[in-house]
Structure formats: structure tokens, C-alpha cells
């Protein structure tokens, strides 16, 4: 038997699709189930959740699999928590939906009245890239125990009021949703355990079971006896419990020790225990003994509550967790202080303590291969013992830690002097360290101020870490070590304080940061009273797949059920930056089973490239490669796995070329740039700078973003089978591309393919261009084999391929005057573009374009190259440079005020237009709309009193800092090119009075079919229950534009808008005739008019640059945004606490779809400049290639207060309904955060002595920001001179 997985079994074998793969790795808990099992000893069932993606099947047997589909389906009843989810507007492109319901149902089989921690903790590894969490938080609150308002708010003031006071009539305001429709949860009509599974777990003797696959065999012993033997047997097997070390690769031996036993001196713990298991035995533990015994039980318990996610801890097991042996593990440093051991079985039995010698490099214990780990033993400690775990990690939850440790000290009773300490670090080395000679300074010394000094001199020395090591962030790790010892001290010397020990008044107790997700609040216009009941334009109405996402119903490109004898294509992708191709060799890979064959660009009977803005991009490299990660050819075969094995089994011989270009700095240097370049100048620069007080000059480096759309890049080929036809099920933003790339490629016409968009599970901008490569080599392995082909990239080789946001790095000179006045400034924007030109001229155009942000600068230039580089080529993402281009703005008026002393949002509002106003491009604008937004901006968050609340606050705290900003954004919606902002809609109108909409726009999550059902509504004057939108596809709608510039509705919506008018004038005979009858009466005898296209056409746009001038966006979006935060200064973790955003969109056509692309968009800000960062080799090899190594926000990082407003009473005559695009432009505003953390930095600096401008590069991680508040930990760290060492990773 072929080794197999729940979720493969989920995916193909039993067509059960609603678990999606995200990942692959249990990073992204797309693919939640839930297990449960029967313990015939208690009779008893346990329920959790699980990765499917990482649960073997062949462990599952005796356990029960509950999928999405299980719990509840459109076809007979929807489940609570489908439905809340759902109708909280919790669901957007739908395909991280089904892990959420199940994570949260997994979680009420256990509490059916959770707490919100309960929640989110629940909900921590389940990652989305389109709400940004909140809805689905607000879906799943409606279960929690605790009032979800006012008491949860905690301060008497109701959280949905305005200003909190009772005595203000509110006018009742419209919500989202009406917790009042939502069906009870009760849990006595859940699924009940398979009674066959009881009788099977109580009748059945229990025998070895045995499996034999391809290449691997699983044996499942009965007894700890024949597992020994087994093991004594094959050494090399590993022992499989939780899977999530070894993952997808190789399994055998399952077996589950699984006890506790309490002893005097501790407690025995069962190897096999689950970390949950472990966690919630000893929260069972701690309160049955005094508190001197569970000092080391706490801190583990500490360290699990942030290990891995839920769906980890419930299947990882203690003994894979230690004898994993990872260098950043977050148990081991504290089993370690902790003095505990280890009871290991062979051939005998013997008992190993866990200290630095157990522990002997990545995944290396001293253990012999055969041992097997059966119990752990956790000892009491003793009074006068004190025991902490810390950690610091890229991301709050869910995140490997990047420096984890436990620290234990002991004195003797009433003393200060140290008899005993110990100290141990993760993420310092290849595995857990000991600080030994730390401690040796340490014992029998006082713990004070002055031995601890000594103690971080020594210890900085002992855990050095070579300026190239391999993880890199070099100085952060090891600023941390001191920091977080530092933390240690603290807590010892309150210890000490509350015992009476010391009487030294003790400094400042460093709390966590806060954590509890409040109620937010959404605002949006109620529609007038004259509306009819009938029309939902402007009403929140729920995506209309909402309830298909939650219940799994909802169908992505790869749940396509395969077609008979359907082939698996894997792509070959080089592993040099620069070489040339020597040979090829597929001899291997022809030879495995299942391989079908290796396409080469040979085998392209039409163009072997596709034209990008001007140049021509191969398909499949043939004689040269320029980065890691292209495409050089592509195996088919009858299966994934066996596809996979092929590309393997490729060969390819290169010879290096030299000097490939990574960074920007190298090929401005070399002057390797994609033409044209752009410069945009008004009033007069250079003359500006002689007459004004003051000029400054900066620099700005913004990092890149992956997409990481949650269903990876997705398509099948299918060869009709006649007059080479071809159907192309894809999941792209511009299924009109994808057409022309497969007919131009098989070289045939455009009539003979047929491109279909269901829906996407995600895109961002990263399903356009690449995605017409990926479909035209897909068609050609279609055309080769005559067989239908699936592609669907595995999310290492999605992140590898098909490229990510550029990153920008900028230079700016600006010149101002002492009264804040900017007078001048020019700004210099690269862009790293990376192998291919792609759109990347137009990314650069489009950050000149915004380069004045919302301010009236007199004298401004701007100039925009695209480097030209060895990595992988970048793409179009949410923004297209806008978010870049602002960066640099902002933070340029931020250096400003820095430099004169005064507050940022003074010198923004200083600067802002104001009245009649003209771009640098000449274009007149009004800025009456973005002035209200500023405006209501800073009175909804009571921006002055909160301002002075966070001086005070930082007054008051050293360790701890809050910052605060308001940011605003002028974005200009449409495409600049007239030819792109055109669209068409097709409506047909069946005799029984159904509707069918067909449009130019993908839904991918935007709800832009739920939109343009409403258009359709309002028009045609039915309900939307009678409208119907299939799926977007070539052969009904022609020539589409792609859904993208926040333009989709705008352009579409008026299509359809059109195509309705008509066919509602084209019934006035029948509704004159027969005034009183229906609808279906009407259209029954209008049969031959009952189908229209139409078309739109949008304002022509352009820009012209060589007069520096034009109209390249049709309105503009506004919006404001307000974010506070606080900051850990020693770590440089921070929450946001609270963020408001006001954005005018218009009239919204549908406010809960609007609001959820606002949350979202910012969630994405915020992971662009706070988190996500590309990491890449010194050979431009991309690390950060899956969940664990990138972070996108999780529920951690949601702001624990997120309000919404949408502007009131604004109107846009240039789009549908007055409403306005808002697809992408409020990304830019994450950047508030990225600012507030900036500010708080500010703060610490300033408790250091240091004030002025200072440089910050986005994103503001952790690291960075730790390491900018230049703490006394930070400064002693010696720093390596650039270019004297090979850095891990390159700063591209
Ligand atoms: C998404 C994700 C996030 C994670 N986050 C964190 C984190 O934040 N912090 C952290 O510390 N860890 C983290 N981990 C690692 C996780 O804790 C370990 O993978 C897990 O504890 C290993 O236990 P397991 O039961 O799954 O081991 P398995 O994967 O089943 O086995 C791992 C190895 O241990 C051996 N082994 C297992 N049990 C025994 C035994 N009893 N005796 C001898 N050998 C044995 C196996 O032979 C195998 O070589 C994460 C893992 C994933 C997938
Ligand atoms: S697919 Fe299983 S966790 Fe991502
Ligand atoms: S709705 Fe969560 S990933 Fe799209």
C-alpha cells in the first residue's frame, strides 16, 4: 500500500473535498479534522483536532475522522458553527473556511461554551489570508459563555456605543449580522462515536498490524515487547507518534506509551503523551500541590501553551518533541534546567538525565538507535526554587522560537546567595546549550544587579554565535540571550521581594502583553427608508458561497474530480542563479513508475515565450537560467507522488555564468535595470533646495511579500478530444489570458480554448501572469500525452516559482521649512524586479504615480528603475507598488517632524492638500472627502487624550513602550491604460424566471459575484434567490480584462448593470399588458428577448510621460488609519492594541464585503510591513518557502480593538451606485502599525539617550525593532563589519 495520508484520502479517494491543503506541513490548518477515539478501559472519548496533512492513515486505525462534511451540509443542516461562521461574513475566498469550522467544532465537542482565550487558542494555526480574522473571531464569539459586549469590554462602557454614554440617544445603527437568526448550538445532536468502533475497541484482540507500500512498510505492535524487538530489528525506522517531525516521508512503528505516574520526588510521564495530554495534566497538577513544588510544571506549562498550534500539541508527543532534538525546541531547555530524565527501553532498561549531553546536534540525542524513550520523569522543585521558560519567536503563535530558554535558580531558605542555577538556551547553536560558565559566575553569589552584569558579559561571550550562522539574525539572538536573562532577573528578584528576602525596591514588572480580542466596532450607512425591502444593494448581504465555503460544498480547481486516466505534472526548476545549461537528463525519471514523460520547450509547437510589456519571457528555459526556481521542464505521471519522484530523477548539468545580481545596491551598481526607467517632476527641485530651512536626506528599504493565497497556483488541462479543443479549469484572475497563453503556445486559435474560473482559494495579484506560464507548459504536456493534465504547485514550489511583491528600496533628499512646511523633495525608487520584466515597469510607474501620498509637496521628482536580478521574477500584488511608494512618503514627513520637534500628524496635516487641488501629474482633484476621513479619524479614536495616555504610559515604563500613528491614503482606482478598464456581462433570463449572470470578474474571495447578483437585483427587481452565477469562463463572456486594480466591481457592475437596464425595458410591454402579474409571467412570453450581452466601457485613462502628466485613475479611494501599540523593548514582540480606519468608498454596494476587504487588506499591510519577510541564500536560493519559515498574521495579531468606518454621505459619480474600488488600497494602511512600533521605538531610544531620526526598515519585525531601541542588551553586542563575513541571508 502506498503510504497515505488523511487528507489524500480526504481529496481523491472518497471525494470528500471540503479539506483543503494549504501547506502540506501542518502550517496552515487548511486541512483540520477531527479524531476521536474510544478508551474501552474508562470508556471515554476523546475528541481533537488534527492536520490531516500529517496524520498517516494507517495510524487512524480504530479512530474516527470527522471532515467538514460530516458536521453538516447545505443538502440537510447546517451546523452552528458553519453558520455563524458564514453568516458573520467569516468566510471570503472560502478555502481556509473548512479548517476553521473544525477547529472551532473540535474545540465546543470538548466546551460548548468556550472562552474567547479558548477560542483563539483553538483557532491560533488556522491561517487566512483574505478577512484578516475578525469576522470569524465576532462568527465564533456568539458561543462564548461570556457576555460578548459590554462585560467584555470591562471598562462599564458598551462597546458598541459610541462614546460610552447611556444618557446619548444612538441612533440605531445598522450591524453586519443578527446573532438573533443564528440556529442554538446543542451538543446532544452531535455525531455520535461509531458504535462499531466501540464494539471493534472492546471485543477485538489486539494483533500487529501490518502494511506494506511502494517503498515503505508500516508495522503497528501491540506491545512494548514486540515493538523493542521490531526496533532492535530496523534501528533506522523511526518511530512514528505524532508524525509532525517526520511528516510526509517515511513511517513505521507506531506505538503509544501513554502513561502518568505520580512519584514522590515528581511526577513519570508516558512518552507518548500528547503536549496537550502533558499541558493539561499539569493544570491538573499545579493546584494539587503546594507552589514551591510546580515551579518547573508552570514553566513548562508556559512553554506549551505557545508551542506549535492546537493542532500540533494534540497529536506531538513529549518523547518526539525531546528526542526531535531541534536546536530552537521549547520544551527541551526546560526539561533540561529542570533536571529531568528520560527512561529508555532496548535490550534493557536505563534511565538518562536530559542535560547539554543528551542533546547532541539537530535531531542527534545521545540515545542509541534502537532506544526507545518510554516516560519522562518531571521532578518537584524545591522552596527557594524558581523556574521560567521564555521565548521569543518571528510570530506571537504558532512560530518555531527563535531564542527559547529555561532558567532555573535555588536559594537557600532566606537567602539571596545562589546555591544552584542553571541555564539553557534554544535556537543558539545546532541544538539546546547549556550557559555553563555563566552559571559557574553565578553560583554562590548574591542574585543582584551586580552579578548578573557580570553574568551577561560571560554569557555573551559563551553563546557567541558566528556572524554567518546559519538561521542568521545574528545580534538579535543574541541580545536576546541577555535580555531575556535580564527578564529572568527581574522576576527572581520580585520572587525574592514577595518572600521577604531582599527589601530592594524592585524594578518595573514586565507583564505580558495584553491578548484579549475585544468586540470592534463596524460602521457603514444604513440605506435610506425608501428603498424597497426587495433591493440589497447596500444592505450586508452574506457572500453567497458562504455557506458552500463552511460546509466544505464549495468547489476549487483541484476538487475537479480526475478525469479517466488524467496525469500529474511536476516541474523541473533549476537550482542555479546564473548558468548554463549543459545537459539534460531524463533517462532516471523515465525509467520510475507512473512517469509518463518529460516536457521540454522542444515539445512547444507554438511560441516558446510569453510577451511581457515589451520583452519575451521563456516558458521553459532551454539554454540559459538566470535564477533559482525557473522552469526547465515538466514531469508527468499517473500520480502527485509519482510526478514528484520524477523531478527528482532529473538531471540537469550547468555551468556557472558569473556575477549574478541579487540586491538592489548590485545592480544599481552594475546599472541593471529594465527600461523604460520613469521620472516625474513639478515646479523646480534643484532651485526649491536653495531656499528652504532645512533639508534632510534618508533612506528606505521595504522588504517583499509572498502572495501565500491559501489555494495554491491550481489548473487542469483537458483535451476535448476533437478539432484540438481544450478545456482549462484554472484558478486565475484573468481567464481571458490564460486562453490567449494556451492557443498562442499550441499554436492554435483562441476559439479552441476554453477557459472556466469556478472560483480561487485566494490571489492577490499572484494569478495573473505566472499563472499564464504554469497553464500554457500544463497544455502542451495536455497536447503531448493526449490526456488531461493537473497542475496544482505544492507551496514550497509556489513560493519558489512564481515570485512575490517587489521589493523597493528608496532614497529621498526633502527639503522644508522651520514651520513644517515641505518645500521640496526628491525621491529615487528601485525596485527589485527580479529575473523577468514581468509587469515591473508598470509596478514602478504606479509608485510615481502616489508618490505625493495625500500631500501638497510644491517642488517634487521622483525617478523608478526596475533592477534587473538573479532571482526569481516579481509580480503584481494587492497595491502594485502603491503600498512601496507610500512608504517612503510617509516615513520621509515622519523624519521631518523627528527633525523639527514636533508631532507626525502635525507635519502631515501641514502638508496635506487642501481646497482645489492638482497632482504632481496635473490632475484636478477635490480632498474634501480624505480632510472628513482625516477628521472623523482622529475624533473616533480620541486620538489627543489616547496620544497623551501613551506619553504618559512610556513615562512611566522602561521595558515596555506604546506608539501611535494616523496614516492617510489617497489611492487611484482603475487601471491606467483606457483598453484595460472595459468589461462585458452576459444575462440570460430562463422561462421559469431563474437568471443566469455571467461576467468578466473572478470571485476570489472579493465577492464580486455577490455584488454583481445585487446589481442584477436591483435592475431586473427580484430577488437574488433568482439569480444564479456559474462560473467566469471565456466561451460566454470574451476578451475579459483581469480582475484586479480594485476595478472588478466598478467595471463589471456596470456591464451587468447595463445588460439589466435593457432587458427590464425590453418586459415593459409585458408589465403594461399585465400590470398585476409576476415576474415568471412576464419573462414566459419574452423568450426571445430574454438574453443580452453588454458591454462597458470605463473613462479613458492614461499617463503620459514624456509631458508628466495625465489622468491614470478614474476617482480616488480615501482612507485614514489610526493604530496604537505596545512594545516588549527586550524582545521586541508587540501587539497592536487598537486600530481604527476610516475609508471613504462611497455608497458601498454591499458593506460586509467592503468591510471585510478592509480588514483584510489591512491584516496584509500589517503582515507587508510588521512580519513577512524573504529570506534568500548568499546563492539566491529562496529559504522562507512554506509556513514555518514565513509568517503571514495569524488570530495573534489581529488588533485586540478593530474599528471600521465606513465615511458617511460621499458620493462618486465615476463608479456603480456611487460606490468605489477597495480591493487593494487600504494595504497601505498596515502600515500604521509599522509606524506605531517606529514610535515606540522612538520612545525607547529616547530612555537611552538617543533622539533624531533614525532608520527603521520595513518590515518592523521583531527583530528589528528590538534591536533599533539600542538597549543596554543590545549595545554590547559587537557588531561584524558588512562585507568581512558571508551573511546567511542576502538583504535584497
Ligand atoms: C507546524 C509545526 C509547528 C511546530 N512548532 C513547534 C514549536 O513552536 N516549538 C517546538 O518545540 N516544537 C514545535 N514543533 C515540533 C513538534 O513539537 C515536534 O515535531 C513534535 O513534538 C515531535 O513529536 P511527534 O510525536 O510528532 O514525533 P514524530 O514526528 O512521530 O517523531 C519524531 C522523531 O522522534 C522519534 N521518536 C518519537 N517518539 C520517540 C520515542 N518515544 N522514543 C524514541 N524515539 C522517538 C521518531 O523516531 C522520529 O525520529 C512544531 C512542529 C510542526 C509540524
Ligand atoms: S495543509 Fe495541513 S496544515 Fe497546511
Ligand atoms: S477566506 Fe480565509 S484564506 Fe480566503
Known sequence: MRAEFAASLTFSSVRLTGTKSGCGGGGCGACTVMVSRYQPATKTFTHYSANACLLPLCQLHGAAVTTVEGIGSSKTRIHPVQERIAKAHGSQCGFCTPGMVMSTYALLRNKPQPTMEDITQALAGNLCRCTGYRPIVDGCRTFCQEANCCQANGDGNCCRNGDGNPDTPEEEKPQLFDKEDFLPLDPTQELIFPPELILMAETANPETLTFYGERTTWVSPTSLEELVQLKAKHPKAPLVMGNTNIGQQHYQLPFLVNAFLPSCAGVWVGAGCSLSELRSLLEKLVPQFPEEKTELFRALNQQLGNLGNQQIRNVATLGGNIVSAYPNSDLNPVLAVGNCKVSVISRGRREVPLNQDFFMGFGKTILNPEEIVVSVFIPFTRKGEFVRAFRQAPRKEASFATVSTGMRVFFSEGSRVVQDVSLYYGGMGPTTVSATKTCAAIIAKPWDDETLSKAYDILLDELALPPSAPGGKVEFRRSLTLSLLFKFHLEVLQKLRETNVIKDEVPEKISPLPREIQPGLQEFQAVSKDQSAQDPVGRPIMHRSAVGHATGEAVYCDDIPKTDGELFLGLVTSSRAHAKITAVDVSQALQLPGVVDVITAQDIPGKKFRPMTGQKEELMAE??????????????????????????????????????????????????????????????????????????????????????????????????????????????????????????????????????????????????????????????????????????????????????????????????????????????????????????????????????????????????????????????????GVPQGLMVVENMINDVAVVLGRPADEIREINMYRGPSVTHYKLEFSPDNFLRCWDECKLKCDYSARRKAVDQFNKQSRWKKRGMSIIPIKYGVAFAESFLNQAAALVHIYKDGSVLVTHGGTEMGQGIHTKMQQVASRELRIPTSKIYISETGTNTVPNTCPSAASFGTDANGMAVKNACEILYQRLEPMRKKDPNGSWESWVRFNRKLNILIDCWRGEDLYMDWEKMEGRPGAYFTFGVCCCEVELDCLTGDYRTLRTDIVVDIGRSVNPSVDIGQIEGAFMQGLGLFTLEELKFSPSGLLYTRGPSQYKIPAICDVPLRFNVYLLKDSDNPHAIYSSKGIGEPVVFLGSAAFFAIKDAVAAARSDSGLVGPFTLSSPATPERACLACNSQFTQKIPTSKPGSFKPWALDI
Open 623 to 880: 539554454t540559459e537560467v538566470s535564477c533559482i526556481g525557473q522552469i526547465i521542464c515538466a514531469v508527468v505521471a499517473d500520480t502527485r507522488a509519482h510526478a514528484k519522484r520524477g523531478v527528482a530523477a532529473v538531471k540537469i548539468s550547468y555551468e556557472d555564468l558569473p556575477d549574478p545580481i541579487f540586491t538592489i545596491e548590485d545592480a544599481i551598481e552594475k546599472s541593471s535595470y529594465y527600461e523604460p526607467r520613469r521620472m516625474i517632476e513639478r515646479g523646480n527641485v534643484t532651485e526649491a533646495f536653495e531656499k528652504v530651512d532645512q533639508i534632510y536626506e534618508g533612506e528606505m528599504r521595504i522588504g517583499g511579500q509572498e502572495h501565500f493565497y491559501m489555494e495554491p497556483q491550481s489548473m487542469v488541462v483537458v483535451p476535448v478530444g476533437e478539432e484540438m479543443e481544450f478545456d482549462v479549469y484554472i484558478s486565475t484572475q484573468w481567464p481571458s489570458l490564460m486562453q490567449e497563453a494556451v492557443a498562442e503556445t499550441l499554436g492554435i486559435s483562441s476559439n479552441r480554448v476554453t477557459c472556466h474560473v469556478k472560483r480561487l482559494g485566494g490571489a492577490f495579484g499572484g494569478k495573473v501572469t505566472k499563472t499564464s506560464h504554469l497553464a500554457s507548459i500544463t497544455s502542451v504536456a495536455a497536447l503531448k500525452t493526449n490526456r488531461a493534465v493537473r497542475c496544482v504547485l505544492e507551496r514550497g514550489d509556489d513560493m519558489l516559482i512564481t515570485g512575490a511583491r517587489h521589493p523597493v528600496t528608496a532614497r529621498y533628499k526633502v527639503g522644508f521649512m522651520k514651520d513644517g512646511r515641505i518645500v521640496a523633495a526628491d525621491m529615487e525608487y528601485y525596485s527589485n524586479a527580479g529575473n523577468t520584466i514581468d509587469e515591473s515597469t508598470l509596478v514602478v510607474e504606479k509608485i510615481l504615480m502616489h508618490m505625493d501620498n495625500v500631500y501638497n509637496i510644491p517642488n517634487l521628482r521622483g525617478r523608478g528603475a526596475a533592477c534587473r536580478t538573479n532571482l526569481p521574477s516579481n509580480t503584481a500584488f494587492r497595491g502594485f
